[in-house]
């Protein structure tokens, strides 16, 4: 027990007493590899159903139901970062009572969120497709994808919770461990069941479930094992309302984020199949191919959002500061090198996907046209994940919002119905998040000035 609490305190001082800059790079690599194995996920999914299938099962697999579900992980990934913000403040201020009290509230919230989840995604499965207006031709494929997909999302978002727990008290490695464990495993169901069994889609969707099904067991096996201070007890397993409110307060704001997000995207997604299949096809292999970028880039929030509520949680605002910029000059160096990377390889990259040349055309004018633009959301990752990580939430998601809802849709329905065309769809991006930028930014140095006013008085 006295080596556990040993790693558990040298984990801790990694954080709060380390290098900044070496000790965001040694948290960052595990979350962004271990990210960019859980893209893998649906990545291999598409690049195999695309490659021995066709592009209508790559466009069932990648587009609308991968909209869809990408959505719901997203607004329940919100809720556990809320959880993980309470948890690494109690971790930092050395509180254990409360630590393991967060700890088992957001564990019993899980499970209960991801069955309803589950059930209510299984039975709507139908009725969403046909809003988004998904082309007949792939219909069929993408609801029995979607279904199978939703049987097992319950532990892909028990993973999440865990995960996301255990990099709240700075370990980063584990996660990604028992990710590369069932990225592995999932390859070789998907060469097993697509291509020798040709099961098509459906084999793709089964292999995802039982690889994410293997992920889940591993985490919370690690959380009822591996710890002291968050030990993870089955039977203590219950909700304490007043803590889950609190980790609801900080999570809703980014779920109710990720759901605008998800509108938009759902509309966008809309627009694009009515271009038709190659269209649809083309779009989703983008969307696979700019994922490495949203990986990096969400570690690089994940991991700042961690550092600023660890060093706030113990006092110490400069150091909060110094890692924020710290992060930041990273994030702008790493990111904008893959921007440029994923420009000079688009043909490549995207002909993984798929033979077809018109749909690789497609994919590259996608790409030429909207990857430039996603410099700007790095400033919005990296100063939303540093007031997430004190718990300021409310403000930044009402700027976002207003990204979303004030520029992105109304540009969806009105302009984009008057100019039928592709470039006005994907232009549609970057207004939005130039707008978002342009509030958020100044409201971050306003808040990190009435902290060190509100912090100066305190210590008077």
């Known amino acids: ?188 169901l998907d060469i097993v069941l697509v291509v020798f069994f040709k099961l098509g889609i459906v084999g793709a969707a089964i292999a995802t479930i039982i690889s994410q099904a293997v992920s889940a067991v591993l985490v919370v096996r690690a959380l009822m094992t591996s710890y002291e201070m968050i030990r993870l007890v089955p039977k203590d397993m219950r909700i304490d309302f007043p803590l889950l409110i609190s980790q609801l307060r900080i999570g809703i704001p980014g779920g109710i984020q990720s759901l605008m997000y998800g509108l938009t995207n759902v509309i966008i997604q809309t627009s694009i199949n009515q271009f038709g299949t190659d269209t649809a096809a083309a779009w989703a292999a983008f969307g696979k191919v700019d994922a490495i970028f949203w990986a990096v880039s969400g570690a690089f929030g994940i991991s700042i959002t961690t550092f600023s509520g660890q060093n706030y949680g113990a006092g110490k605002l400069d150091r909060m500061y110094k890692s924020v910029r710290t992060c930041l000059g990273m994030s702008l160096a790493l990111c904008g090198s893959i921007l440029i990377g994923l420009l000079v390889l688009a043909h490549p990259l995207l002909s993984l996907f798929t033979s077809d040349e018109t749909v690789i055309g497609l994919g590259t004018y996608m790409m030429f046209n909207i990857v430039p633009s996603y410099a700007i959301f790095i400033f919005v990752e990296i100063f939303t994940g540093a007031l997430r990580g004190i718990g300021d939430v409310m403000i930044p998601t009402f700027i976002t919002l207003g990204g979303v809802c004030l520029v992105r849709l109304p540009w969806i329905l009105i302009v984009t119905p008057i100019r039928k065309e592709l470039f006005t769809i994907l232009v549609s991006y970057p207004i939005a998040w130039a707008a978002t930028a342009l509030f958020l930014i100044p409201y971050y140095f306003y808040r990190k000035k009435k902290l060190n006013e509100r912090w100066k008085k305190t210590a008077a």
């Open 1 to 188: 027990m006295s080596s556990e609490l040993t790693n558990t305190k040298e984990l801790k001082n990694e954080i709060t007493e380390g290098i900044i800059w070496k000790q965001l790079l040694i948290f960052f690599f595990p979350i962004v590899v271990g990210t960019l194995f859980q893209q893998l996920y649906n990545t291999v999914d598409a690049v195999i159903v695309g490659r021995f299938v066709g592009k209508a099962a790559l466009a069932s697999v990648g587009g609308s139901a991968a909209v869809l579900t990408y959505q719901v992980v997203m607004f329940f990934t919100s809720l556990a970062n809320g959880a993980a913000v309470v948890i690494s403040q109690f971790y930092g201020a050395k509180n254990v009572q409360r630590l393991h009290a967060a700890l088992h509230t957001a564990a019993a919230f899980s499970i209960i969120a991801s069955i309803l989840i589950s059930v209510i995604g299984f039975l709507a499965t139908p009725a969403l497709l046909a809003v988004m207006k998904t082309p007949e031709d792939i219909m069929a494929d993408s609801v029995g994808y979607l279904r199978i997909y939703f049987l097992g999302i319950t532990a892909m978002l028990i993973y999440n919770m865990g995960s996301g727990i255990m990099r709240a008290v700075g370990d980063s490695k584990r996660p990604l461990y028992y990710l590369i464990i069932c990225c592995i495993l999932n390859i070789i």
